[in-house]
């Protein structure tokens, strides 16, 4: 048995049984990666997977059963050379992180800066995905840390720690008659906002649940003509007047979008919570430790682990 086995089997499971793609993810041959996968099938006595002809088309029983085995021992491989790293190169290594289009943008670049500067030597990697996205990243242990507002917290393998709460603001063009109503004292409504049309995020980001549920506990109907992941595409449609936008409010810059106008909407919908994830089970590098405080200060390197031991916490989200 060895580790180029497991990987082959790993890599089959994760590529729908495609061995092309596994092989091209493991640097391999096909022929090889089928030679490695009959090998420990047959090193073991069982079938992994079942097959029509030559293609893997599932688990089997077995498999099943073998496949989360599999992935706990690579997974401790992998943390048994992360801790020897940590001693061994203490401020050299890689850094990933997986966040949602808005973290990255909106909430991440003075942190990566500042991280960049006291860690030089550690090379930082930035991958985007929808919140599930984020989530499967670090759960096949493709990130370090995920950033995200939705789906975190709904895994029982991830850590998922509270880090910030943000509100929605609503955009319109500047001289918007939304926008002059709200400049002579007028509250926004959601009767108000129900009158024109809207431009917001796609369902699954940045709480747009909340969106969804202040119209629909309030009998309002949300006329949504645009919906997108990215806040800045958001704000580009409302310039041209296809509608008015709700966004998170960190993604408005008073200095940058000048055309538009912000209104504020917390007494509207929900607050929103960020969290910062990690898989329960991985080895973390001292520097992994010292982003996670530079991005959530409450969640220092002492905390991180009385919370992974399981000591109780309250730390003010």
């Known amino acids: 048995m060895n580790f180029q086995q497991l990987r082959s089997v790993r890599e089959a499971q994760r590529r729908g049984f495609n061995l092309t793609e596994v092989a091209a993810a493991l ?12 090998e420990l099938e047959d090193e073991l006595g069982i079938e992994i997977f079942v097959r029509a002809g030559k293609r893997l088309t599932g688990l089997t029983e077995p498999g099943r059963t073998v496949l989360p085995i599999v992935e706990r021992l690579l997974l401790e491989a992998d943390n048994l050379r992360r801790a020897g790293d940590d001693f061994a190169r203490a401020d050299r290594g890689v850094l990933r992180i997986a966040a949602t289009h808005s973290q990255a943008r909106y909430a991440l ?5 500042d991280f960049r500067l ?41 850590l998922a720690l509270p880090c910030y709460r943000w509100t929605h603001t609503v955009l319109t063009p500047v001289n918007h008659p939304l926008a002059e109503v709200v400049r002579q004292g007028e509250p926004l409504t959601l009767d108000a906002l129900s009158a024109y049309a809207i431009v917001t995020y796609e369902s699954g980001y940045t709480g747009r649940s909340h969106i969804d549920a202040a119209f629909k506990a309030a009998n309002v109907p949300l006329n949504v003509v645009l919906a997108a992941m990215d806040a800045d595409v958001i704000k580009t449609y409302v310039e041209l007047g296809l509608g008015i936008g709700i966004v998170a409010a960190i993604a408005y810059d008073e200095q940058r979008d000048r055309q538009l106008a912000a209104l504020d909407a917390r007494h509207l919908f929900a607050d929103n919570l960020t969290r910062l994830a990690l898989r329960r089970d991985a080895f973390l590098r001292d520097y992994a430790y010292s982003f996670i405080e530079s991005f959530a200060p409450p969640w220092t390197r002492a905390a991180v682990q009385d919370l992974r031991e399981g000591v109780s916490l309250r730390i003010a989200a």
């Open 27 to 38: 640097h391999t041959s096909q022929p090889g990666v089928s030679r490695q996968i009959r």
């Open 118 to 158: 006291s860690h030089p030597d550690v090379e930082f990697h930035l991958q985007q995905g929808s919140p599930q996205q984020v989530a499967q990243l670090l759960l096949d242990g493709e990130a370090d840390i995920g950033i995200a507002t939705e789906a975190l917290a709904q895994y029982d393998e991830l």
């Open 109 to 113: 670049p003075p942190v990566v800066r």
